[in-house]
């Protein structure tokens, strides 16, 4: 991709997330003049924490940061599956998985990775409280009309409208009006990042009957903890989400219940789980791209939707002039990972007290016989590398040969 013209190539991302400002920082390298529009009044992100995998810190290594974030790696040692009463359904470890894919698994609250993200950017390339409204796709062909965007303080024109506007991206829909959407994953979320006193306990998830909690150490000191039930779409606790979660997992083993008590109501979100059932016909159209969830929500059951976001941003860069080339570089990978996702829902969510009994079972006959089974249900996900270097081949512990990677596997 050729990166000099007579004028810099102008992008327009609409979104502030993490996808938008990795791609916003990747152009911003190679050259482009990026602005970005963020419809809230700040960067802040809501307060929950992000699982950063092998792939998706190699992808930020492209863009000069993905040794700052292996730093706050936590998680060391034995970690794993666990049953509500406590007992272990299968093992892993922190050490074999940076073996076998390349680098660490990093845990670290969003708040950390958005400030790392937007400090690779001038200072005037952001735009809080500004609301990005495509009006024109554009056409990259002969005509080489640019894309249009509307906003408070008028219209932009781009070379690159990036969109990474969400779940429920207004830009998709303006691009592939005949798409579905989104469709409710049948479950719903609750999350927590706070400081739990005197707490010590192996990084884990817990699947229950139609139920899973996670918690985890952060670096910072602070506890991650995640939890997710079946339930109908729209719903509320009575009360407080606080309280609802000691209903559901008030008796579930430490430390779960030393959570809840160091936990305030106002510090759980609760969120309903969407994902797009039906791949887009493409990544882009005209000069826009998709990116993030607005391109491929997938449910959270492989902590890879902010990891497809970056490897995204990253392919993006490098495929600039050249969006098809994009759509085809991520459209069967992210479609791939999308169906795995559901998949290990439905595993991880089942309700019925004799398939959990036969799940919970063949888990720890597997993870005897094959300790490395869970972890092999990444490769092909967290082995990825970016279509072109640099990659931190000796911290992450790759053979340089391995650097030279293709757009996609």
């Known amino acids: 991709m050729a990166h000099s013209q007579e004028r810099p190539r102008r992008a327009v991302v609409i979104g502030g997330g993490i996808g938008g400002l990795t791609a916003a920082a990747a152009l911003h390298r190679i050259g482009w003049r990026v602005t970005v529009l963020e419809r809230a009044s ?14 998706a810190l190699r992808a930020l290594d492209v863009i000069g940061v993905g040794d700052r974030i292996r730093d706050l790696a936590a998680w060391q040692g034995d970690g794993g599956l666990r049953a509500p009463s406590g007992r272990w359904l299968s093992r892993s470890d922190a050490d074999a998985a940076a073996a076998r894919f390349g680098g660490p698994l990093v845990l670290l609250h969003r708040a950390t990775l958005i400030d790392t993200l937007a400090a690779l950017l001038p200072t005037d ?51 592939f009006p005949g798409h579905p959407g989104p469709v409710y994953s049948g479950f719903t979320t609750w999350r927590v990042v706070i400081p739990v006193p005197g707490a010590r306990f192996a990084s ?60 305030r109501p106002e510090d759980v979100l609760r969120h309903d789980v969407h994902h797009l059932a039906r791949p887009l016909p493409a990544h882009h159209r005209g000069r826009v791209a998709l990116l993030g969830d607005a391109a491929h929500a997938m449910p959270p059951t492989l902590g890879q939707g902010g990891n497809q976001a970056v490897e995204d941003a990253i392919v993006l860069a490098h495929h600039g002039d050249d969006l098809a080339a994009y759509t085809a570089a991520r459209l069967p990978r992210t479609t791939t990972i999308t169906r795995q996702a559901v998949r290990i829902a439905r595993l991880n969510m089942a309700r019925g007290r004799a398939v959990t009994a036969v799940r ?34 000796v911290q992450a512990g790759t053979d340089e040969q391995d650097t030279q990677g293709a757009d996609e596997q």
């Open 360 to 393: 919970d079972g063949v888990l720890v006959v597997a993870s005897k016989a094959a300790p490395g089974l869970v972890l092999r249900g990444f490769d092909g996900i967290a082995d990825w590398r970016p279509p072109q270097a640099p990659y931190a081949a």
């Open 204 to 263: 884990h998830e817990t699947w229950g009957r139609g139920r899973i909690w996670g918690t985890h150490p952060l670096k910072d000191g602070r506890v991650y903890a995640y939890a997710a039930a079946m339930t109908p779409a729209g719903g509320h606790a009575p009360d407080d989400e606080k309280a609802e979660l000691l209903r559901l997992f008030g008796d579930w083993h430490h430390p779960v219940p030393a959570v809840l008590a160091a936990a």
């Open 42 to 55: 700040s960067l802040a992100p809501v307060g929950a924490a992000i699982s950063l995998a092998p792939n």
């Open 125 to 175: 390339a952001v735009r809080t409280g500004t609301p990005g409204a495509l009006t024109d796709p554009g056409d990259p062909g002969p005509s080489g009309r640019p894309a249009r965007v509307t906003t408070p303080d008028g219209d932009l024109e781009a070379d690159l409208v990036v969109a990474a506007d969400g779940i429920h991206s207004a830009v998709r829909r303006a691009l």
